[in-house]
């Protein structure tokens, strides 16, 4: 392959979407070594491929987009990685989003024209296959692919809104026992245990924490609120959750504070943060470790979601008359 960056076969695409889901089974920490036929420059090119596009994963939880797999494919093919990994890859890529596959192989630079260049990759069999259907994807009418895309569209924001009432159900019956007015734990316990079934339940459906992006800020706290009000073996099941949920923004680090203090008020007797009305500060050797465990670093990308949000406080009511152990 020549090494010219003009004629690699790859494009180095990097599209964002917030959204959780699951990762394909390749690892996002291997990089192929270098073989004795592969120039220097061709392998650092494709290592600084994989870095890049692993790091994105990584760093915002995304699931795998069409321009990933060709990332990570074409990398593979530069540096002669496993021509079945290879294959497995580029029609993922295909496979997710049809045009844009086509309108990047079928490029002159990317070997569109040339079954030469995939020479013990692609089959020209193989390659022809693509290309041709690559040529029939771009003659398709763009309005019927607009028009998929913008019932997709739809469909998202109808689950959106389905997934805000389910949250807006679940913010009611937890507080439905806790104003000072109705105040009953016995009946409160029940809505809660129902409650903590409904999160496990959406858990096990998104797979990730329902925070600000699916369920706006508005309902951002509602998913910890049922946690904060569950069992123990509950709460430090969750705890990691809520911990990535604070990472990338998705709900306030002072409800990370008010899990972990409940948890050790529980377990210990005292507290790490001070979020607990009558609960001591435990000793120092014991909290400054956990503390420094959980002092999460909000990155660029953060901090530019989190001043675009709007500035507002999830409330909760709070009762006078409210007894030691269920409060916020």
Request: aromatic share 10%; hydrophobic share 35%; charged share 30%.
């Amino acid at each position: 392959m020549n090494s010219n960056s003009k004629n690699r076969p790859w494009l180095l695409l990097i599209l964002t979407l917030l959204n959780c889901g699951t990762m394909m089974a390749q690892q996002l920490d291997y990089f192929p070594k270098q073989r004795p036929d592969v120039s220097d420059e061709d392998y650092q090119h494709a290592r600084m491929v994989l870095e890049e596009t692993y790091a994105k994963i990584k760093k915002y939880g995304d699931e795998l987009t069409y321009a990933d797999y060709w990332n990570i494919s074409m990398a593979y093919f530069t540096t002669k990685e496993d021509a079945a990994k290879f294959r497995e890859l580029l029609y993922k890529s295909k496979e997710m989003a049809p045009r844009k596959f086509a309108e990047v192989f079928l490029k002159e630079d990317f070997g569109g024209s040339d079954p030469a260049k995939w020479e013990g990759y692609l089959t020209e069999n193989e390659f022809y296959a693509i290309r041709e259907d690559c040529k029939a994807i771009l003659m398709q009418p763009k309005a019927q692919e607009e028009e998929t895309a913008g019932q997709v569209e739809k469909e998202i924001r109808m689950e959106q809104a389905n997934l805000m009432l389910r949250m807006q159900e679940l913010q009611e019956k937890d507080q439905r026992f806790r104003s000072s007015a109705c105040f009953d734990l016995v009946a409160q316990r029940v809505l809660d245990e129902e409650n903590l079934e409904a999160i496990d339940s959406l858990y096990k459906q998104y797979q990730c924490y329902l925070g600000q992006d699916l369920v706006t800020e508005k309902y951002a706290y509602v998913m910890w609120s049922v946690i904060q009000h569950s069992n123990l073996e509950a709460m430090e099941r969750y705890l990691p959750v809520i911990v990535e949920a604070v990472k990338k923004s998705q709900l306030k680090k002072t409800m990370l504070h008010l899990l972990i203090d409940r948890i050790y008020t529980i377990k210990c007797a005292y507290q790490i943060y001070g979020t607990q009305a009558g609960v001591p500060i435990g000793p120092a050797d014991e909290t400054d470790p956990i503390r420094k465990k959980y002092e999460l670093k909000e990155n660029i990308r953060n901090r530019f979601l989190r001043g675009e949000r709007l500035k507002r406080r999830a409330k909760a009511p709070l009762c006078n008359g409210r007894k030691k152990g269920l409060g916020y």
